[in-house]
């Protein structure tokens, strides 16, 4: 198969059934909106580093506007291939949301990192600040499911680029 041949399949891709795609869509919408819960009850559980609930709250919100945007029929091109106004102005806002994102992780990580393993005990007076135990891992176990699912998927696309180069090699077609 030649590489235009490739191509074309990547582009007229068969869509997935619509209840697998709702199922994702509400699964992906389950993490933010805990973010959201937990952040607010426990705004001020954490005089340590009290940006934390606040990133929580941050990152709940715009990942659930990026999850709510990419149901809508403005994020898609139209089959014609024509631009759409609507269209660019979403691919923007998608696009500068994941940027903004990517730069609160950052943020976030530093704060969250920086105070491992903070004092979880709320009257402790010589321990210096507390942070709320249940806060402070969820923030730190949310951010770090980030690192390995972007590992395992950093492992599973190695793996699909392998398969590909192997049996590009086996087909005989690919020569000519």
């Given at each position: ?60 919100v715009f990942g659930l506007v990026l999850s ?81 699912l972007l590992g395992l998927s950093l492992v ?21």
């Amino acid at each position: 198969m030649s590489s235009s041949g490739l191509m074309r399949r990547i582009r007229s891709r068969p869509q997935p059934p619509t209840p697998i795609l709702a199922c994702s869509k509400l699964i992906f919408c389950i993490i933010p909106v805990a973010q959201i819960v937990i952040g607010a009850i426990h705004l001020d559980d954490c005089p340590r580093q009290h940006y934390i609930p606040i990133y929580l709250i941050v990152v709940g919100v715009f990942g659930l506007v990026l999850s709510v945007l990419s149901c809508l029929p403005c994020t898609r091109t139209p089959e014609d291939g024509t631009p759409n106004l609507l269209s660019q102005f979403c691919t923007t806002w998608n696009s500068l949301t994941s940027l903004f994102l990517f730069c609160w992780f950052i943020a976030g990580n530093v704060w969250i990192y920086s105070i491992y393993e903070p004092n979880y005990i709320r009257n402790a007076t010589s321990a210096g600040p507390y942070c709320d135990r249940t806060l402070y891992l969820f923030a730190f176990w949310t951010t770090t499911l980030v690192y390995i699912l972007l590992g395992l998927s950093l492992v599973g696309g190695f793996c699909v680029l392998f398969c590909f180069c192997l049996c590009g090699r086996a087909d005989a077609d690919d020569d000519v």
